[in-house]
Antibody
Framework: QVQLVQSGADVKKPGASVKVSCQASGDTFTTYGVSWVRQAPGQGLEWMGWIDTFNGNTNYGHNFQGRVTMTRDTSTSTAYMELRNLRSDDTALYFC??????????WGQGTLVTVSS | QSVLTQPPSASGTPGQTVTISCSGSRSNIGLNTVNWYQQLRGTAPKLLIYSNNQRPSGVPDRFSGSKSGTSASLAISGLQSEDEADYYCAAWDDSLNGRWVFGGGTKLAVL
């Protein structure tokens, strides 16, 4: 069973950047992808993008292209999501999830990012 | 506006069977399998059903899924108070270089 542990909550000003980490354990990190999903307060789930942990290839959601970068460090089994030029409507819970065999089968606990001046 | 369409709410009494629908299009549900997630208040989503009708280990058989054409549904039988949660359907969408798409979520109340 894969466990994903994310970094803690963060508060940023509009225009700043945030970088959220997601450390995996319990399975070989490079055998699956990691998707990032966010959830604005009281809203549904929105997929942000995916990274292939084996080769670093990425596929970003249309709404985030140009503002998001997903990377990984295989030495620490950690995936990262950086979102730039933050706006107030980027305030949300950000989740990482193992993307494996057509499903998101393990999720991190979520990281609350608040964007406020 | 979510790509997949779910009813915003559903309800039932303990012991009843409740069904939640999910409607999509050819590029997502029509061509790919459907997953369902349960999100209890204040927690991360949990995979409930994958590949239309498969349950991960540990998920009770009270939960079942089905798919037909561009629609899918989740059925919960023998409703229990702990089933009160938000439920999301999801599918891979082959448009725009490929992406996961979700329903807007259905809030289930156990009365």
């Amino acid at each position: 069973q894969v466990q994903l542990v994310q970094s803690g909550a963060d508060v940023k000003k509009p225009g700043a950047s945030v970088k959220v980490s997601c450390q995996a354990s319990g399975d070989t990190f490079t055998t699956y992808g990691v998707s990032w999903v966010r959830q604005a307060p009281g809203q549904g789930l929105e997929w942000m993008g995916w990274i292939d942990t084996f080769n670093g290839n990425t596929n970003y959601g249309h709404n985030f292209q140009g503002r998001v970068t997903m990377t990984r460090d295989t030495s620490t089994s950690t995936a990262y999501m950086e979102l730039r030029n933050l706006r107030s409507d980027d305030t949300a819970l950000y989740f990482c999830a193992r993307d494996f065999r057509g499903r998101l089968d393990s999720w991190g606990q979520g990281t609350l990012v608040t964007v406020s001046s | 506006q979510s790509v997949l369409t779910q009813p915003p709410s559903a309800s039932g009494t303990p012991g009843q069977t409740v069904t939640i629908s999910c409607s999509g299009s050819r590029s997502n549900i029509g061509l790919n399998t459907v997953n369902w997630y349960q999100q209890l208040r204040g927690t991360a989503p949990k995979l409930l059903i994958y590949s239309n009708n498969q349950r991960p280990s540990g998920v009770p058989d009270r939960f079942s899924g089905s798919k037909s054409g561009t629609s899918a549904s989740l059925a919960i039988s023998g409703l229990q108070s702990e089933d009160e949660a938000d439920y999301y359907c999801a599918a891979w969408d082959d448009s725009l270089n490929g992406r996961w798409v979700f329903g807007g979520g259905t809030k289930l109340a156990v009365l």
